[in-house]
């Protein structure tokens, strides 16, 4: 065989050796799918973030209870991302959360600045998949 076609045949193996384990790893490892979780939004008569009402003392409302939630570093990302809807100063926890205790801390966040009586936890716990194995 002449140089170049060695080269050549050489260059080929090689960068098919280094392709092969990203299109692998592609595979086993896919892109976060949340829609399981979301399937409580689709349900029209529930309070949703989008239907929240805009007057100043509702966003105040939420703006507080999401700065104090965002703050609180013993909260999972997904206690962070809880929903919190606030109309007419009753306010709508929604969402899941990774225990119980997240699911607590985050409804004290929210009576803190809506007081008792005018809070509808509906968060929910998410089985942790690292604590199946």
Do not use: C, W
């Not at 193996?13 to 384990?21: D, F, K, Q, R």
């Not at 509702?58 to 700065?67: G, M, S, Y």
């Amino acid at each position: 065989m002449n140089r170049s076609f060695k080269s050549m045949l050489y260059g080929l193996v090689l960068s098919g050796a280094l392709l092969a384990p990203s299109a692998t790893y592609g595979a086993q490892n896919r892109a976060p799918d949340n829609t399981a979780v979301n399937k409580q939004d689709r349900d029209t008569q529930q309070p949703t973030a989008d239907q929240a009402k805009n007057n100043r003392s509702d966003r105040d409302l939420e703006k507080h209870i999401r700065r104090d939630v965002i703050h609180d570093k013993s909260l999972s990302s997904y206690g962070h991302n809880a929903k919190i809807i606030a109309d007419r100063g009753k306010v709508t926890l929604r969402g899941a959360v990774h225990s119980e205790d997240e699911k607590r801390v985050i409804e004290e966040h929210a009576r803190k600045y809506a007081g008792d009586g005018h809070v509808a936890n509906e968060l929910t716990v998410k089985e942790d998949h690292d604590a199946k194995k």
